[in-house]
């Protein structure tokens, strides 16, 4: 029985060809959009789901108080742990962990030859950063499946390391622990070399985490190495992100409970500093973050992990369903738009005796196999999307067909479009009365269908035009912020950043080096450059009679070419002088202002408390820059005169109106210094305009989102008007040729049709607007700079919907127009 509902559906299918393929590429577009979220959202939401008693694990953060606003840290003093397993109560593991980053790794092999890895870490890339020094209640915690050792007893000595399965295999060409346990593994940095010997070997992760590290060094061995001091295991007052602590709590113990517990801790151990600037705040804070929020909550530096915007994943998740939504609607509208050409089929088949139920069945069987062919094309449109959007797509994220989460997500997305797409139509199509039927004509309460479908097409084009008057806004916001004039010059100039660890000596050789070629104008030492995405910060202190301000202030290194060098305004008194220690300082206009001086001349020659005790003067005041991403405001800011660990080389050019050909035989000559003077090290830089763009790569993948979901949006929102307008003009056709016999032009029949849409249109705008303008200004508030949604922005988008429409209703429109109303008035 059911097999002949198919062959039936199947056939009707093949002599609509034109709506089903229709049909197929809407639902089809749509149902990609959805799988590719769906594959998005449930890869960011599995990670570290899979770890036992995993509701008892949290990390502890540090949220500290420095002169009145809040900082929070992903990590915390170093000595906390220890004392924390002295002295509180309610915890059952306490497993610190400290990254540590290694230049180099030796590696012994079997023929006595020392295999050599640079690891060239960066901080801004958190899949780097895998080796850490920990104990063995780490593995309490987070429990792993050994291979080889003991994980009771693998880092109870100083002088010991666990490989990871991978990485074993990386260092030693085998995972055979016969031959890998007890081989020797050097770490080196700037301060120590630390030989270690492999004591265990644990399988690699086969679920998603956050926790991706791979060399577990014994915290002990800090004890006997200068990694003690980087450590800071005696630095109470000092918060470091790569100083961090898991828990795992008792049963029946809450982080209330443990969090109460630190007042009195810190009482105890953490007495007054001699350097002012280094003492707690009675209002600082260790919060026990958990497990679960740890990949999401972004008031915590990543350091070593990948974060994830949640509300981000939750509005990709609005868009999937109303994607989905706008495809059945779609579907639905085109369904309809057919039902006077399938009136006669309706009314034999129930003169033959069909029932109402049986004919529902039909035209469901026959949106099963729409939606069925819709999902096979949306599984060979996904991997070509995945890799098209692959700059803002997690490289986890893959279609697996086999997986049963996949399975499952494509039988539910099958039966609940077929459902929502197909229900609609069947039910209309089945309640045909035959006499009408056989006549051509349709029955019962067409004009609230017609209400329906009118609905249905404002709230796809409500929909479709909140998409186009976001893209227009979050375009303009990202023009506006590279445009922004920052307070200082970004053209023409790059930087190269030194590898601290090889000293003083190297970097000014490469320095005289590149200052050498003819295409320098001009080279300066500085900390970082003018602009960075992060921030160094310094307490400082100003004192005046009974005045006291104390305050962390933006911190840069530079020497007496910085300020030319970035066009940067000096306002009043002088620049600094180049020095190896701080001697003189430079402050900005805001930071003068905090200060009581409204003219900045009279902040010229005052002194600032620098460190415990040293007093610096004042030289001079430059207007403001900012030195961060204008998700931020300005900042009171202090440019020191040490330049001692300065390793930022900026480079302006005399290049300007040269062809690029010139600048790239630059950048060779300078990698080939580069490489004279580290060897050993990669060659990067990167110019100030680049940079200042990649402060706002999360808006550039926002806005590829947003495009993206405009055009789907747009394309399956005309094919519903397509539907609509093919269904009136077929129910308009004796009208129309009716008119025609009257004296009505084409260009009469076309504004005819078209008015009806374009108030459909117009009324979609009226709802769009005020949901656009809310959810925009909700977005803009994050930033400290932004622009004012102006009025031209709606217009833009009403008329862009408006050319839409048009040239979307227009063929039907002027083939309806141009008919010969002999046919349409012929009546059987």
Known sequence: MFSNYFKIAFRSLIKQKTYTLVNITGLAIGLSACLIIYLMVSFELSFDTFHKDQDRIFRVVSHINIANSLHKNSGISAPIPWAMRREFSGLEVVAPFHLTLPDRIFISQKNNKVKTIETNIEWKNPGSLKYILTDNEYFKILHYQWLAGDPNTALSDPFHVVLSQKQAQIYFGTTDPATIMGRTISYADYSDTVTVTVSGIISDWKDNTDFHFTDFISFSTIESTNWKEDAGLTQWTNTNSTSQVLVKLTKGTTPSQIESQFSSLMKKYASNSPNRFQNRDPKDEFILQPLSDIHFNQDYNGVYIRLVHLPTLYSLLGVAIFLLIMACINFVNLSTAQSVQRSKEIGIRKVLGSTRWSLIVQFLSETFLITFGAILLAFLFTPTLLSIYNSFIPSGVTLDLLNPFIILFSVGILVVTTLLAGFYPAVVLSSYLPVLSLKNHTSGKTTRKAILRKSLIIFQFAFSQIFIIGTIIIESQIHFMRSKDMGFNKDEILYVQTPWSEGNNKKKIFFEKIKQFPEVQMLSWSERPAATSGDN????????????????????????????????????????????????????????????????????????????????????????????????????????????????????????????????????????????????????????????????????????????????????????????????????????????????????????????????????????????????????????????????????????????????????????????????????
């Open 537 to 828: 910060t310094t307490g400082l202190l100003f004192r005046k009679g009974k005045k006291e301000i104390e305050m962390n202030v933006s911190r840069h290194n530079i020497d007496s070419n910085f300020l030319e060098l970035y066009g940067i305004k000096l306002l009043a008194g002088r620049n600094i002088q180049t020095s190896d220690s701080v001697k003189e300082i430079l402050i900005n206009e805001e930071y003068a202002k905090i200060l009581g001086f409204n003219n900045p001349r009279d902040a010229v020659g005052q002194f600032i408390i620098y460190g415990e005790k040293t007093l610096v003067p004042i030289t001079g005041v430059v207007a403001n820059f900012n030195t961060t991403s204008l998700y931020h405001s300005l900042k009171p800011v202090f440019l020191k005169s040490e330049i001692e660990g300065a390793s930022t080389i900026n480079i302006k050019l005399n290049t300007k109106g040269k062809h690029t050909e010139t600048i790239q035989n630059f950048l060779k000559k300078v990698e080939a210094a580069w490489k004279d003077v580290y060897p050993y090290e990669k060659f990067n830089y990167k110019f100030m305009d680049d940079a200042i763009d990649g402060f706002y790569q999360r808006e550039q993948q926002t806005a590829t989102l947003v495009n993206t979901a405009t055009g789907l949006a747009i394309f399956i929102a005309c094919m519903g008007l397509f539907g609509l307008i093919a269904f009136t003009t077929q129910q308009r056709a004796k009208e129309i040729g009716i008119r025609k016999i009257l004296g009505a032009s084409v260009q009469q029949i076309i504004a005819l049709l078209s008015k009806d849409f374009l108030l459909l249109v117009c009324s979609a705008l009226l709802i769009a607007i005020p949901i656009a303008w809310y959810a925009m200004n909700k977005w803009l508030a994050d930033f400290a700079y932004h622009i004012d949604i102006s009025w031209w922005i709606f217009v833009v988008a009403g008329i862009s919907a408006i050319g839409i429409t048009l040239i979307t209703i227009s063929y039907q429109s002027i083939k309806a127009a141009l008919a010969n109303p002999v046919h349409s008035l012929r009546d059987e």
